[in-house]
Nanobody, 115 residues
Framework: QVQLVESGGGLAQAGGSLRLSCAAS????????RGWYRQAPGKQRELVAT???????NYADSVKGRFTISRDNAKNTVYLQMNSLRPADTAVYYC?????????WGQGTQVTVSS
């Protein structure tokens, strides 16, 4: 089992920044792709960004150039630096780690961006 604990959400003004963190614990050997997803009220959960074991990153078009995903392997932590925030970025953000083909989810952290 993999346990994921997210932190760093909160309230920001449009144009501001927030940094999300997601720390993994438990059976962490063999962790592969790590990512961030988000779900706004009334909408489906959507991909925000992923990072592969090789460090290759992938971003949703809506966040390219504004968000940056990174990781600290020593701490088994993945980060999402969010800059130039927009009201449309308001959502619950979830981290996702994949191990042996199984995806594990964090509990989610609320990000609210005011205009």
């Amino acid at each position: 089992q993999v346990q994921l604990v997210e932190s760093g959400g909160g309230l920001a003004q449009a144009g501001g920044s927030l940094r999300l963190s997601c720390a993994a614990s438990g059976t962490i050997f063999g962790l592969s792709t790590r990512g961030w997803y988000r779900q706004a009220p009334g909408k489906q959960r959507e991909l925000v960004a992923t990072i592969s074991p090789a460090g290759n990153t992938n971003y949703a078009d809506s966040v390219k150039g504004r968000f940056t995903i990174s990781r600290d392997n020593a701490k088994n932590t993945v980060y999402l630096q969010m800059n130039s925030l927009r009201p449309a970025d308001t959502a619950v953000y979830y981290c996702n780690f994949v191990r042996n083909g199984i995806g594990y989810w964090g509990q989610g952290t609320q990000v609210t961006v005011s205009s």
